[in-house]
């Protein structure tokens, strides 16, 4: 079985897509292609991968309460595409949101249904995910855990010739074990569609969000979109961008 997973973030690196799709593809057996939709550069190559596909996977952000207008794009051609081909895909959707409540991808899966059934293939559902950027800053935080424990170890081994620093090592499992609190929701709903595309069924709209308070979503949102604000834009992002 040949299942495509497209990453239609227009973001180059570090999207909170191409996270989803990565823990999405965990779970899901047989071949796996995986896609990156930006631009109409694009189209012809994914659309030649849908061929002699049995289900595709849409990875992309919530635009406007919508679907981003590249894909909008991409859509159009594929209708043709699959009419003209007689492909019969199964289509799922992992959307993700900047706000907490990631029912706000309604408008969107429903999109991806009507999509469907103008273009005869099989609306099989998705996960609509609230709360993307932040769940995608975990990864970074998880990767800031290892390191710290790497160096911790490496300082113990220096300084006292232990090689396994306890504090060091309780405190990355209680990290660890935090910032996969925060991702287990999409984690159960992303185990569960991996099953179903395995048996090639309709898993149905499944909404879940970052696991912590919507005040402290608030605080961090507000804090971040200051941070951001000042420094016009990104703090790495503002930095790196090209100067006109
Ligand atoms: C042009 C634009 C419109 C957006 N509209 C919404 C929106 O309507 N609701 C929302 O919750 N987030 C909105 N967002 C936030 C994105 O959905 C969010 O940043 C998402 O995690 C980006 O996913 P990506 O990293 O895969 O591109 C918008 C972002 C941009 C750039």
Known sequence: MKTVLINCSPKKRFCASAYFLFLQSLFIGGEKVNEKLRTPADH??????????????????????????HVLRFLEKMEIFCRENGLKLNVYCIANNGFIEGKQNEPLMQVFENFCTRTGLACC?????????????TRILFVVQIALLVLNTVLSAVHTGNFFPKNAWL????????LLYF??????????????????AAFGKKYTRILIPSFV???????FFVIISLLQGG??????AKKK
Request: glycine letters at 16%.
């Open 44 to 69: 012809a190559r994914i659309l030649e991968q849908l061929r002699d596909a049995q289900a595709v996977v849409f990875g992309l952000p919530l635009y406007v309460d919508g679907v981003p207008s």
């Open 125 to 137: 559902g998705g996960v609509g995910i609230g709360g993307g950027v932040m769940l995608n800053v």
């Open 171 to 178: 405190s990355f499992a209680e990290n660890t074990a935090l």
């Open 183 to 200: 991702n287990l929701g999409v984690l159960f709903y992303l185990s569960g569609m991996g099953r179903v595309i395995r048996k090639g």
């Open 217 to 223: 979503f608030i605080l961090f949102a507000d804090i």
């Open 235 to 240: 703090i790495f992002r503002g930095w790196l």
